[in-house]
């Protein structure tokens, strides 16, 4: 069990270590090999990783399973690769907690000055030809044996032995420093709530019954902006705002005059110069927010929290305002209440910070919880908000006419 969670978690340090070279980077698990790492142009593999985990600490072994069964698991592999003929295959990368002893292939085949493929070819080859060696290995050396002489180079030369690894109970520590999380107070916490992230990620990326929860692969991007996220939460932060308000044109205003948004204000009775206010926030946030998660600044995961938090608020306002409304009451004194709501909400939503300690621009909030007043009537209806006390039945009304 530790093994299976080792390899999960050494897939998010190694992510973390990649990101710092090229964020764009995508990592993906348990297809071609326990870990794969691939280009993001063709998502051909770039790397692909095997994990072992011996909490005991010792040497690895010429002969043993950790070794012979990742040579059979990459051959696999790169014969089911379209490219497999190409002149250069991935890097084939062997991570283990154990330690290449001197004087073995396993050593020679470390990263570094030490490095000597023809050695260690010439001593696999010995290894894998013995007809004395163990049963446990024999259909994995055999594998080996069967591939021509300029494979087995070509194969050998992609290897590289990561020996020494961390332990599963050491990873917290460098995990920590590839994602850039200095020692505080808050440490172990922001680490907490990335790791909880990921083991999220991990479940998609290992789905393969449900289509629709499935992930195909996770950009070094993706965590970058979720340790950014979590990080300036303690820090407190702020978003960049790359939007300039100006007022919407009169095209960019009848761009929405279906929209429930509108509809919504003007079940309420505001007047044009009102709603076209509450449009240029609603415009701009959607851009903004857009333009976040385009760019990673922001997680669709918190952009929902956030979601959340403003329906939240506007929740508190609504049923402050409504709980006096009589079925014998005008409609005039309805729009009146509608319009405290909406006030009420918009007041509310601008002290509501998109990251905890930060400050957020007013009109993000405000335009924020127009988009959840858009959302009215739709499948997304669970967090839609409304200003005029009987908004839900109007809305009902509202897209049945537009079905119609």
Same mark, same amino acid.
């Given at each position: 069990m530790t093994g299976y969670l080792?390899?999960?978690?050494?897939?998010?340090?190694?992510?973390?270590?990649?990101?710092?070279?090229?964020?764009?980077?995508? !990592?993906?698990?348990?297809?071609?090999?326990?870990?794969e790492f691939l280009d993001p142009q063709d998502s051909t593999p770039l790397e692909l990783l095997q994990s072992k985990h011996r909490e005991a600490a010792g040497p690895l072994s010429e002969t043993g399973k950790d070794f012979w069964r990742s040579i059979a698991s990459w051959i696999d592999a790169l014969n089911g690769l379209a490219d497999s003929s190409a002149t250069s295959l991935?890097?084939?990368?062997?991570?283990?907690?154990?330690?290449?002893?001197? %004087? =073995?292939?396993?050593?020679?085949?470390?990263? %570094?000055?030490?490095?000597?493929v023809s050695r260690a070819l010439t001593r696999m080859e010995e290894v894998a030809e013995d007809p004395?060696?163990?049963?446990? =290995?024999?259909?994995?050396?055999?594998?080996? !044996?069967?591939?021509?002489?300029?494979?087995?180079?070509?194969?050998v030369s992609a290897i590289t032995v990561n020996d020494g690894a961390p332990v599963m109970s050491d990873l917290d520590s460098s995990l920590a420093k590839e994602l850039g999380i200095t020692p505080s107070d808050h440490a172990q916490a922001a680490l907490d709530e990335i790791k909880g992230w990921w083991y999220g990620m991990a479940v998609r990326l290992l789905?393969?019954?449900?289509?629709?929860?499935?992930?195909?692969?996770?950009?070094?991007?993706?965590?970058?902006?979720?340790?950014?996220?979590?990080?300036?939460?303690?820090?407190?932060?702020?978003?960049?705002?790359?939007?300039?308000?100006?007022?919407? =044109?009169?095209?960019?205003?009848? %761009?929405?005059?279906?929209?429930? !948004?509108?509809?919504?204000?003007r079940w309420i009775g505001l007047p044009d110069d009102e709603v076209a206010m509450h449009l240029r926030d609603y415009h701009y946030a959607r851009a903004q927010r857009s333009e976040w998660l385009r760019t990673f600044k922001i997680t669709p995961e918190r952009l929902e929290e956030y979601e959340g938090e403003l329906h939240y608020e506007w929740e508190t306002a609504f049923r402050r305002r409504t709980r006096r409304i009589r079925a014998d009451m005008s409609e005039e004194d309805r729009q009146g209440a509608g319009q405290d709501i909406l006030d009420d909400?918009?007041?509310?939503?601008?002290? =509501?910070?998109?990251?905890?300690?930060s400050i957020t621009a007013p009109w993000i909030g405000k335009g924020s919880m127009h988009a959840l007043s858009d959302q009215a009537g739709t499948p997304e209806a669970d967090r839609? !908000? %409304?200003w005029h006390p009987d908004y839900r039945t109007f809305c009902k009304r509202h897209t049945e006419t537009q079905e119609q």
């Open positions: 080792y390899q999960a978690e050494l897939a998010l340090l190694e992510l973390a270590r990649h990101s710092w070279q090229d964020a764009t980077i995508e !990592v993906r698990m348990e297809l071609l090999d326990d870990i991935p890097l084939l990368r062997l991570v283990s907690t154990q330690i290449a002893p001197e %004087g =073995t292939f396993l050593h020679q085949l470390r990263a %570094g000055a030490s490095r000597d004395d060696g163990p049963d446990g =290995t024999a259909k994995d050396r055999a594998l080996f !044996v069967k591939l021509t002489a300029a494979q087995r180079r070509q194969l789905e393969r019954k449900r289509p629709e929860h499935m992930l195909a692969s996770v950009r070094a991007e993706q965590l970058m902006c979720r340790r950014d996220e979590v990080i300036s939460r303690y820090a407190g932060r702020s978003l960049p705002i790359t939007q300039t308000l100006s007022n919407l =044109t009169q095209a960019e205003i009848a %761009g929405y005059a279906d929209r429930m !948004v509108v509809a919504q204000m909400a918009m007041d509310r939503a601008a002290d =509501t910070p998109l990251s905890s300690g839609a !908000v %409304g």
